[in-house]
């Protein structure tokens, strides 16, 4: 293969203000005098970075390409989803956007923004999950959650609210909505939960909504799923359920443990009778029947610090 190519795919619609023209300043600033070739793009509508991706990769497939999202959770799925099965393509994140979950995942995220360092490290394997034809680099959630996750672009452009303070935000007005779905959920082909329920998270990653640890036991290259599901509570008690479920202490705590099922497994499916909510790294869908399974190893991405 020939010398590496760097992509960078801005959004400048991530976050709560465009940030476009101060990452593309100091990604020229990176590669100054260093010869190397790179590329840098816009997005200008949502699936924008995935369609560019994939043309990329047809483009350069005898060529060693780096993807960088520069944006949040979304965009770096976007970017994913159009590199999976191009094995020429690695991939990383500048993280910009409201949540900025994924980089939680590693040791000092921090170290994202250091995009000097980020275009030479080297890549690591990481899974992904598969939700019907979608790819989910961080996780999915299903029901109340993935309502609290669209509700939250009320709130993620107000002054001074972060993105874990606009998911917080979201959760309370959500309370005055239908917060359950009745569901069957069969994990890895053989064990067969039903019943109403308040939110199921299939989690490849750490944390979602700005830091809530759902799946505090999830590791991104582990070859699991980490399954969390909330059975039906009143409002009162889910206001107190916040607290210990965003701290990733559910598991261990023994007033209020058993309205949690936590499972570590490869497959899961979800059905209904009725439409729920369905949230992927972000993005929502309606769906009746959805099948969750682990890619181990699917894509290699780089960072500059350690899983």
């Given at each position: 293969m020939s010398k590496t190519k760097h992509y960078f795919i801005i959004n400048p619609k991530a976050g709560k203000s465009d940030v476009s023209r101060e990452v593309a300043y100091e990604i020229e600033?990176?590669?100054?005098?260093?010869?190397?070739?790179?590329s840098i793009y816009i997005t200008k509508e949502r699936n924008d970075a995935e369609e560019y991706t994939k043309f990329i990769c047809n483009k350069e497939k005898n060529e060693n390409i780096r993807f960088y999202a520069c944006g949040g959770d979304g965009t770096l799925n976007e970017v994913i989803n159009g590199l999976v099965g191009f094995d020429n393509a690695s991939v990383s994140v500048i993280p910009h956007g409201t949540g900025n979950d994924f980089v939680n995942n590693f040791e000092e995220s921090i170290g994202f923004y250091d995009i000097k360092?980020?275009?030479?490290?080297?890549?690591?394997?990481?899974?992904?999950?598969?939700?019907?034809?979608?790819?989910a680099v961080n996780l999915c959630n299903i029901g109340f959650d993935a309502m609290v996750a669209e509700n939250m672009n009320k709130f993620k452009k107000l002054p001074l609210i972060n993105g874990q303070g606009a998911y917080t935000l979201s959760i309370f007005y959500s309370l005055?909505?239908?917060?359950?779905?009745?569901?069957?959920?069969?994990?890895?082909?053989?064990?067969?939960?039903?019943?109403?329920?308040?939110?199921?998270?299939?989690?490849?990653?750490?944390?979602?909504?700005?830091?809530?640890?759902?799946?505090?036991?999830?590791?991104?290259?582990?070859?699991?799923?980490?399954?969390?599901?909330?059975?039906?509570?009143?409002?009162?008690k889910l206001i107190k359920l916040i607290g210990v479920y965003k701290a990733g202490e559910h598991l261990?705590?023994?007033?209020?443990?058993?309205?949690?099922?936590?499972?570590?497994?490869?497959?899961?499916?979800?059905k209904s009778n009725d439409k729920f909510s369905t949230c992927i790294d972000g993005e929502i869908f309606e769906e009746t029947n959805i099948n969750i399974s682990v890619v181990e190893n699917a894509v290699e991405f780089l960072s500059p610090t350690k899983l």
């Open positions: 600033k990176a590669f100054r005098g260093s010869g190397d070739e790179y360092k980020q275009i030479s490290f080297e890549p690591k394997s990481i899974d992904l999950i598969k939700i019907n034809d979608t790819y005055f909505h239908k917060m359950t779905s009745n569901l069957e959920i069969i994990i890895d082909n053989r064990e067969i939960i039903k019943g109403e329920f308040l939110l199921c998270v299939a989690a490849n990653g750490l944390t979602y909504g700005g830091g809530y640890k759902g799946a505090p036991l999830a590791e991104i290259n582990d070859g699991f799923i980490d399954l969390c599901i909330i059975k039906k509570v009143s409002r009162l261990n705590n023994e007033e209020l443990k058993d309205y949690f099922i936590y499972k570590r497994c490869k497959t899961i499916n979800i």
